[in-house]
């Protein structure tokens, strides 16, 4: 099980830990976004940090329209207890995370500031 927070702007927030190729890990706020169909957005501060590789790139129009280039780099994401190798993008300021890391969960939000966010394996 994952748990997390609903924050006072009424985002899921869930901290995620992430481990790059060399081994360096870091802890990171996650927002849920129901709306974005990949595994995780990240800074390219965080991406530098974790001394992530490219893998690719892609491109994406935003909710607001406006289209958007990005880099695609591989990750490990602590996920149920294990490390999982994710796809992740270099995109914006915030680290987001999307339909595509909770496939075969459900999720859970009591949709108040302080809320409770869960996340469990489907049976």
């Given at each position: 099980?994952i748990?997390?927070?609903v924050?006072?702007r009424?985002?899921a927030?869930?901290?995620?830990?992430?481990?790059?190729p060399?081994?360096?890990?870091?802890?990171?706020?996650?927002?849920?976004?129901?709306g974005?169909?990949?595994?995780?957005?990240?800074?390219?501060?965080?991406?530098?940090?974790?001394g992530?590789?490219?893998?690719?790139?892609?491109?994406?129009?935003?909710?607001d329209?406006s289209?958007?280039?990005?880099?695609i780099?591989?990750?490990?994401?602590?996920?149920?207890?294990?490390?999982?190798?994710?796809?992740?993008?270099?995109?914006?300021?915030e680290?987001?995370?999307?339909?595509?890391?909770?496939?075969?969960?459900?999720?859970?939000?009591?949709?108040?500031?302080?809320?409770?966010?869960e996340?469990?394996?489907l049976p």
């Amino acid at each position: 099980m994952i748990w997390g927070v609903v924050n006072a702007r009424r985002e899921a927030v869930v901290t995620l830990h992430l481990r790059g190729p060399d081994g360096a890990e870091i802890s990171v706020d996650a927002v849920v976004d129901s709306g974005f169909s990949g595994s995780l957005t990240l800074p390219a501060a965080t991406v530098t940090t974790l001394g992530l590789t490219r893998q690719s790139g892609g491109s994406a129009i935003f909710a607001d329209g406006s289209s958007h280039s990005f880099d695609i780099f591989a990750a490990e994401v602590e996920w149920d207890g294990n490390w999982r190798t994710i796809l992740v993008s270099a995109v914006g300021t915030e680290t987001l995370m999307g339909m595509g890391l909770l496939v075969g969960h459900e999720l859970r939000i009591e949709v108040v500031p302080g809320g409770e966010v869960e996340i469990n394996p489907l049976p």
